[in-house]
């Protein structure tokens, strides 16, 4: 069982690692928030996961699985809420040049 939870911390600390070179690399705000959003979304939940799995199965990994259902629900949604009121407040997407 200890070998599933670090698979599943390895592969939150992969995704996280990931989207925050993609927050340095990518050239606009919208391009950095599909990264963010994406990348840790899904790293932090593997994470606790692996937390939950590492932890057995009891009232605290049961408090872990809300907590990974709840992350799953709110940061898609403060994604598209950020960029929404981006693109509102006149934030323009990035366009290759020449284009």
């Given at each position: 069982?200890?070998?599933?939870?670090?698979?599943?911390?390895l592969?939150?600390?992969?995704?996280?690692?990931?989207?925050?070179?993609?927050?340095?690399?990518?050239p606009?705000?919208?391009?950095?928030?599909?990264?963010?959003?994406?990348?840790?979304?899904?790293?932090?939940a593997?994470?606790?996961?692996?937390?939950?799995?590492?932890?057995?199965?009891?009232?605290?990994?049961?408090?872990?699985?809300?907590?990974?259902?709840?992350?799953?629900?709110?940061?898609?949604?403060?994604?598209?809420?950020?960029?929404?009121?981006?693109?509102?407040?006149?934030?323009?997407?990035?366009?290759?040049?020449?284009?």
């Open positions: 069982m200890k070998f599933v939870a670090l698979f599943f911390l592969g939150g600390f992969f995704f996280t690692t990931v989207a925050a070179i993609g927050v340095i690399r990518f606009d705000f919208y391009t950095r928030l599909h990264a963010s959003g994406k990348g840790d979304t899904l790293g932090v593997m994470s606790i996961i692996g937390l939950a799995i590492y932890n057995g199965f009891n009232l605290i990994s049961l408090k872990l699985m809300f907590i990974v259902v709840f992350i799953f629900l709110a940061n898609p949604i403060g994604t598209h809420v950020l960029s929404r009121a981006a693109y509102r407040s006149g934030i323009k997407p990035w366009v290759r040049k020449g284009e």
